[in-house]
């Protein structure tokens, strides 16, 4: 059961589209106080939208009616404040015009002093009402931060001002635009990065391990080049979207410190960013960066930048001198907006520190666990139990003499097989569990299907060890149920083999993975078929002969020699193609 939704414990970048602080569903409280998204760019200067009020006056109580208006947008925040202090907190509250387009939020404990959104939808006009306070100042003014596209927007676009009746004028107005910090410059690579100095110079993580991205575009690259206390970074690869890499104490996304290279038309966009659960990554300044540059050329993003080893006293980056897994990930990116990787990330097998001796190190998209999970389950459910069905079904006549314990051949062969299977079961429906510390609730049907063949692998034996005699009444009953169940057991397990594999903890490559279980499934069900037709034409010579009663004895022994040959020859074929297609997967397996 591998488990699904496993983004391998970090920099797994789950991205929502997105709106104000990349929320299209208008939820933004986080961006309350400073009512800036996290899109990781700077407003634009020239506002475009506006704010119009029904009067300009009020007294504690009146409701007063709001107006945004503007070319199309998709989010927005609108609050009141102090007009003699803007970077305090919310002032009153709002009430609807229309709640399918807009909605209460609840922003510093102030219930309904913010409205926003509630889809991405484009509109030109909102229109809302303001509560006014029984303790309101005298002077209010309102504020909005409009969202046009992610990388298009406006912070806190002035309203106008309006006063208490016996307030004297208001004639000291404050900036209400906030300037973003000035983004450092970024300059272009001039040549595509070496992997000469990889091992002595450079702390190299590369994918395939030894390849060098300057003569090879498919190659993934991630350098650490120290320089006194300072660490120069940089990044390779094929990607039409972003790449990524993030440092973790651990194997799982959160709390982890990651740097993103954003492809935005024919520029990149050099990003520090914080992980902290299966979330969109939250966007930092890069005030902490120095020396950005980049290169795009033939699908393949480069980047590189500087950063101090230790940066005291600034949140969410680590210090470079920890030993950490170190996560590489790439995926798609529209208009700066990312997305979740487009594959497994790969995941160092252990945790280095960068700054220490330079290494030539690779790494893996699917751990041992899983690999080996979904191994044994190929190997039980691919080839021990089919093997055993149809040795069960067709090979009594052809197996039939006793054995070992005074059981027959055929008995014994499928019983062994049975409990091969069962076992191999229970081996691997516990190490996604142990990898995963628990239950995983983002792996869809995957993990319910294991569990119920977990179950029935079990039932199975157990039923079987309560097997009525041969002349028993109940045989018959057993019989059925014992059918049943491996029946149900072996369809459920093929359910859940298609489902496991398109899981990116193991990884498999696409659409072989598909074609070759649709493979294997065809090639069971068609030799099934084969041998219930050998079978009923067998038992059909049979009857002939014994209607006609000539020669019935020598015929039918030879018609039975003949058949057990078919039979045995069918098999051998059979197995033949169950290892071919297992190879086939354990290979795939192998080589993630």
């Known amino acids: 059961m591998a488990v699904p939704g496993l983004t391998l414990g970090a920099f797994m970048i789950l991205l929502l589209i997105s709106s104000v602080a990349n929320y299209p569903n208008g939820r933004v409280t986080k961006s309350c106080h400073g009512m800036i998204p996290e899109h990781g760019h700077s407003p634009q200067s020239v506002p475009v939208h506006s704010i119009s009020v029904s009067q300009m006056t009020f007294r504690p109580g009146d409701q007063i009616e709001v107006t945004l208006s503007g070319r199309p947008f998709k989010g927005f925040l609108l609050e009141a404040r102090d007009a003699e202090d803007l970077s305090g907190l919310p002032i009153g509250s709002f009430t609807l015009h229309d709640s399918q387009v807009s909605q209460l939020l609840t922003c ?23 509560n006014a306070p029984s303790s309101a100042p005298n002077h209010i003014q309102f504020l909005v931060t409009v969202v046009e596209k992610y990388k298009i927007y406006w912070v806190k676009i002035p309203g106008p001002v309006i006063s208490q009746p016996n307030a004297l004028p208001f004639t000291t107005p404050k900036a209400t635009i906030v300037p973003l910090p000035t983004l450092s410059p970024v300059s272009h690579l001039t040549k595509s990065f070496s992997a000469s100095d990889c091992g002595n110079k450079k702390f190299c993580i590369r994918s395939p391990l030894n390849c060098d991205p300057e003569v090879e575009a498919a190659c993934v690259f991630l350098s650490f080049t120290r320089d006194d206390q300072s660490v120069m970074v940089e990044m390779s690869g094929p990607s039409k979207g972003y790449l990524s890499f993030a440092l973790s104490h651990d194997r799982w996304m959160g709390d982890d410190d990651a740097y993103l290279c954003i492809r935005e038309d024919q520029t990149v966009r050099i990003q520090p960013s914080r992980l902290a659960g299966r979330s969109h990554p939250g966007m930092d300044s890069k005030d902490t960066l120095e020396d950005m540059a980049w290169r795009l050329e033939d699908g393949i993003i480069q980047c590189s930048f500087r950063r101090n080893i230790t940066l005291p006293g600034v949140k969410n980056r680590f210090d470079l001198n ?22 497994q990330p790969l995941i160092t097998y252990e945790k280095h520190d960068v700054t220490d001796h330079p290494k030539n190190i690779g790494g893996s998209r699917s751990l041992l666990l899983l690999k080996a999970h979904g191994a044994l389950m190929f190997v039980a459910w691919m080839t021990t139990v089919s093997v055993g069905v149809l040795v069960a079904r067709f090979f009594k006549p ?21 409990l091969t299977t069962s076992a191999l079961t229970c081996v691997a429906f516990v190490m996604p569990f142990i990898y995963r510390g628990g239950w995983s609730w983002h792996a869809g049907y995957h993990p319910y299907l294991g569990c119920i063949v977990m179950t029935l692998a079990v039932l199975q034996p157990l039923l079987a060890a309560c097997r009525p005699p041969l002349h028993d009444p109940r045989r018959q009953m057993f019989n059925w149920t014992h059918w049943s169940i491996g029946t149900a057991a072996r369809i459920i397990a093929v359910a859940a083999i298609f489902l496991g594999m398109d899981l990116p903890g193991l990884n498999l490559p696409y659409p072989r993975k598909t074609y070759a279980m649709i493979g294997f499934v065809a090639w069971h069900v068609g030799t099934e078929i084969v041998l219930e037709i050998h079978a009923y034409r067998l038992s059909r010579k049979v009857e002939i002969l014994d209607d006609v009663r000539i020669q019935i004895l020598q015929s ?15 098999l051998a074929i059979y197995v033949c193609g169950n290892v071919t297609f297992l190879i086939i997967f354990l290979s795939a397996i192998n080589h993630l």
């Open 108 to 130: 510093e404990d102030i219930q309904g002093s913010a409205v926003s959104h509630t889809s991405a939808s484009k509109k030109t006009k909102i229109k809302v009402y303001w």
């Open 322 to 343: 920890t030993s950490y897994y170190i996560f590489l990930a790439d995926g798609a990116a529209i208009d700066g907006r990312i997305y979740k990787h487009s594959q």
């Open 398 to 418: 052809v197996w039939s003499r006793a054995f070992f314990l005074g059981e027959a051949v055929w008995f014994q062969v499928h019983r062994m097989l049975m």
């Open 556 to 570: 039918f022994t030879v018609a039975e020699a003949e058949g057990h040959t078919f039979k045995k020859a069918v």
